[in-house]
């Protein structure tokens, strides 16, 4: 049951270019989203968040988009940068919980 | 700046024994989590903590799972007979309480290796 889902699990980006990774989620219930980044051997590191109330929040060079009727949302970095490259998980909450897709990993190559 | 810590960063262990991760979470939180992530598999919730009470629980934490906040500033994962399948990261989280919505601030993690 992927309430979840990041379709891509890998992308390679040119740095300087846009990294646009996406997200989508099935339970309609679910009123904020995440993005987390994860080095190996690290925990998840939080990036960005945005309530269902929004399409859009900014912060830097991270931008998420969400589109509620289609049940997707995408984190765009811009400029991507090397030490951008890690795996980014997609994070939706529901209750008192988080329900984390599978990551997609991003290569950002100088 | 104030962040969750988790021990020991690797425990090594032998199939049937019990272990006891630690975290110590950010002080002016009031929810706890625990969360696991099986090596190659997506980060999985285990359970959510508020007021000395579990809040939400997942299939995966079953009865040989338990938590406790023994003091004011820790926050214990205990698995009571370990099975190889237990074997994964296990990180901690914890988040403010309040009317916004908050993000979850993680561990480090702790990697549990059962034999």
């Known amino acids: 049951d992927q309430q979840v889902k990041q379709n891509s699990p890998s992308l390679s980006v040119q740095e300087g270019r846009i990294s646009i990774l996406n997200c989508d989620y099935t339970?309609?219930?679910?009123?904020?989203f995440l993005w987390y980044k994860k080095y190996p051997a690290e925990g998840p590191t939080f990036l960005i968040s945005?309530?269902?109330?929004?399409d859009k929040n900014e912060d830097g060079r991270f931008t998420v988009f969400l589109n509620k009727s289609a049940k997707h949302l995408s984190l765009h970095i811009v400029p991507s940068q090397p030490g951008d490259s890690a795996v980014y998980f997609c994070a939706a909450r529901g209750g008192q919980n988080f329900v984390f897709g599978p990551g997609t990993r991003l290569s950002v190559l100088p | 700046e104030p962040e969750v810590t988790q021990t020991p960063s690797h425990q090594v262990t032998q199939m049937g024994q019990e272990v006891i991760l630690r975290c110590v979470p950010i002080s002016n939180h009031l929810y706890f989590y625990w969360y696991r992530q099986i090596l190659g598999q997506k980060v999985e919730f285990l359970v959510s903590f508020y007021n000395n009470e579990i809040s939400e629980k997942s299939e995966i934490f079953d009865d040989q799972f338990s938590v406790e906040r023994p003091d004011g500033s820790n926050f214990t994962l205990k698995i009571r007979s370990t099975k190889l399948e237990d074997s994964a990261m296990y990180f901690c989280?914890?988040?403010?309480?309040?009317?916004?919505?908050?993000?979850?601030?993680f561990g480090q993690g702790t990697r549990l290796t059962v034999v």
């Open positions: 339970n309609s219930m679910f009123d904020y």
């Open positions: 989280a914890s988040s403010e309480q309040g009317l916004l919505n908050t993000e979850a601030f």
């Open positions: 945005i309530s269902s109330i929004k």
